[in-house]
């Protein structure tokens, strides 16, 4: 059974939100927050399957929401944006949503994006039976447990991050264009959001590298895209 907490000041657009899960997912269970205390309060008490939440909230808004439920959980994020809004969107990845809607939107496209966010979380990676651990230089990589540590201490990555970072060390001496991962990470309908990837290499970079404006690991190929360079093998 999934559970979604749809968090909006506006009683309206979180009933019309419940009404189209109702109608299209009869079977999810919808709860609902209509400010960010309330929000925070429930996701204290309560686990979730995916949030959906607005940004635009007096006194705790969906920025603030959001950067405090990253100190301690995963659970993705789905933010609902002004349209025209672009800082909102970059700011709202930055701080570790998973997807972004701008209003106003439809519901087959809330819905479709919903369903996105959950296959991925649910998905499960590839790894190679071969190797459990993998090492590079100051890296470890368990691939079982999908942890990541530096210099012998774990880096708390979130789910979208670590299929990220996944795919470049799996085509490790590759140049994995853009548009390649945005399809493996995000899935095929996010080919063109490359903000999506700039965003989320960049956070790899302030949680990986020593210097984040002189990256060893996650290098950029400008103009195609990025790779993970075999000579950090240890």
Avoid: C
């Amino acid at each position: 059974m999934v559970r979604i907490l749809v968090i909006d000041d506006e009683p309206d657009v979180v009933g019309l939100i419940g009404l189209a899960f109702q109608f299209n997912r009869p079977d999810y269970v919808i709860a609902e927050a209509y400010n960010g205390v309330e929000a925070l309060n429930r996701l204290a008490a309560e686990l979730y399957d995916l949030i959906i939440l607005d940004v635009s909230m007096p006194e705790i808004d969906g920025f603030e929401v959001t950067r405090r439920l990253r100190e301690t959980s995963d659970m993705p994020v789905i933010l609902l944006t002004a349209k025209g809004m672009e800082q909102d969107k970059v700011r709202g990845l930055e701080l570790g949503a998973d997807d972004y809607v701008t209003k106003p939107f439809s519901h087959k496209e809330l819905i479709a994006r919903v369903d996105a966010v959950l296959r991925r979380a649910a998905r499960p990676l590839d790894t190679p039976a071969a190797a459990d651990i993998l090492r590079y230089r100051e890296m470890e990589i368990d691939l079982t447990q999908h942890q990541v540590s530096m210099r012998g201490e774990v880096v708390k990555l979130t789910p979208t991050e670590y299929r990220l970072l996944y795919q470049l060390i799996n085509n490790r001496g590759r140049i994995m264009p853009q548009e390649t991962l945005l399809a493996k990470v995000w899935g095929m309908d996010y080919r063109e959001e490359s903000h999506y990837l700039k965003v989320y290499v960049r956070r790899l970079r302030e949680k990986l590298e020593v210097d984040p404006a002189r990256p060893e690991y996650l290098i950029t190929v400008r103009g195609v895209g990025y790779t993970f360079p075999v000579d950090t093998a240890a």
